[in-house]
């Protein structure tokens, strides 16, 4: 019902860019927002950015605000996440999300908001 699959993601050295995408299916559209999550080895999925379908509300957590950037177009089902000078400890698999189903007061940060998911993809940054 709802498919979300992630690309763009690779190898790049610090204070390189990258540009990672998220193709939804067509019933994502009718979900809250949308939000990329990130995960390294031993560690908990930790979250990025999300932004609302509607209106295009957005939040980012503090370690990549200013440095990334969430956006979508609607028109083809499509999330993106621009990412610039990127460190390190950027380095994890990122993942795309949607949900959650039902109207949300603010933009959720919390992966227990999401629904579906992506299958991720590795972004690595080399020092």
């Known amino acids: 019902q709802v498919q979300l699959v992630e690309s763009g993601g690779g190898l790049v050295q610090a204070g390189g860019s990258l540009r990672l995408s998220c193709a939804a299916s067509q019933r994502a559209l009718s979900m809250y927002a949308m939000g990329w999550f990130r995960q390294a080895p031993g560690k908990e999925r930790e979250f990025v950015a999300a932004?609302?379908?509607?209106?295009?509300?957005?939040i980012y957590a503090d370690s990549v605000k200013g440095r990334f950037t969430i956006s979508r177009d609607n028109a083809k089902n499509t999330v993106y996440l621009q990412m610039n000078s990127l460190k390190p400890e950027d380095t994890a698999v990122y993942y795309c999300?949607?949900?959650?189903?039902?109207?949300?007061?603010?933009?959720?940060?919390?992966?227990?908001?999401?629904?579906?998911w992506g299958q991720g993809t590795q972004v690595t940054v080399s020092s």
């Open positions: 932004i609302r379908w509607t209106g295009g509300n957005k």
């Open positions: 999300a949607a949900g959650p189903a039902s109207a949300w007061i603010g933009v959720p940060k919390s992966p227990s908001a999401y629904d579906y």
